[in-house]
């Protein structure tokens, strides 16, 4: 049996590159690049002395029923006379794994009761973190967004040419249908005279045919 080739519909088509894209783009532009921005601008903030009040690893279930584990690191710092507590360890985190290793790893690092040096935004003083930087986890999202939104955009292109294509050749078969027929009768050819004559030949033409009718009719008579 030969092999069939099944030809996938561009609207279908069009349509699950638009989802990939809208995904990847919205994964880049609403969460990895302002996160990659504000990783690298956190470089230069300003520090503040705090003190850890809870250093924990949580755990859950996601949707597939496997269990996964996150650090939980609660730290208290003071800023002009006022409390602030934050739980991030990074601009971006919160990520969780089913290792519970790298979660147990963190929580010892900040047992509860040590003092800590957190860097907190100066436009926005309640959000601190301990550790500085752009994390790996925000260079995964903000590539990964650009892979999607890329293979969205490239399974559009293809079906999108496919329907410019389409409505050009239907918009040409219109145009030219509705072009009159031009159509030259051979019995006056003074009417329809050819691209090849001057005006002075065409009006000397029509001049010797109207004299020959009128010699033909003068004959008819004189016959008659």
């Known amino acids: ?4 080739t099944v030809n996938a519909n561009p609207i279908t088509t069009l349509i699950v590159g638009a989802f ?3 995904i990847g783009l919205s994964l880049f532009f609403f969460y990895a690049k302002p996160t990659l921005e504000r990783s690298q601008a956190s470089k230069n903030w300003p520090k503040v002395t705090g003190v850890v009040k809870v250093s924990e690893v949580t755990q859950y279930r996601n949707n ?3 269990m996964m584990f996150s650090p939980n690191v609660v730290f208290e710092y003071k800023l002009n006379g006022r409390s602030y507590t934050s739980s991030s360890i990074t ?5 969780s ?3 519970s290793s790298g979660a147990h790893r963190v929580a010892n690092e900040y047992p509860v009761g040590s003092v800590v040096k957190a860097a907190y935004d100066p436009e926005e003083p309640s959000y601190a973190v301990l550790k500085t930087g752009v994390s790996t986890g925000t260079y995964v999202a903000y590539y990964l967004g650009l ?3 890329g293979i969205g955009l490239m399974v559009c292109a293809y079906p999108l040419l496919q329907i410019a294509f389409a409505v050009f050749f239907i918009g ?5 249908s509705a072009k009159p027929q031009s159509t030259v009768d051979a019995r006056f050819p003074e009417e329809n005279p050819s691209p090849g004559y001057s005006g002075e030949a065409t009006t000397q033409m029509m001049e010797t045919l109207a004299s020959n009718r009128s010699s033909e009719i003068s004959e008819g ?3 008659q």
Do not use: E, H, P, R
């Not at 049996?1 to 069939?4: C, D, F, L, V, Y």
């Not at 601009?91 to 990520?95: E, I, L, P, T, Y």
């Open 91 to 95: 601009v971006g985190s919160g990520s």
């Open 221 to 223: 008579i004189t016959i």
């Open 172 to 176: 040409a078969s219109l145009t030219s």
């Open 20 to 22: 990939f894209a809208a």
């Open 97 to 99: 794994s089913s290792n």
């Open 147 to 149: 892979v999607f939104a």
């Open 64 to 66: 597939d029923k496997k």
């Open 1 to 4: 049996m030969g092999s069939q």
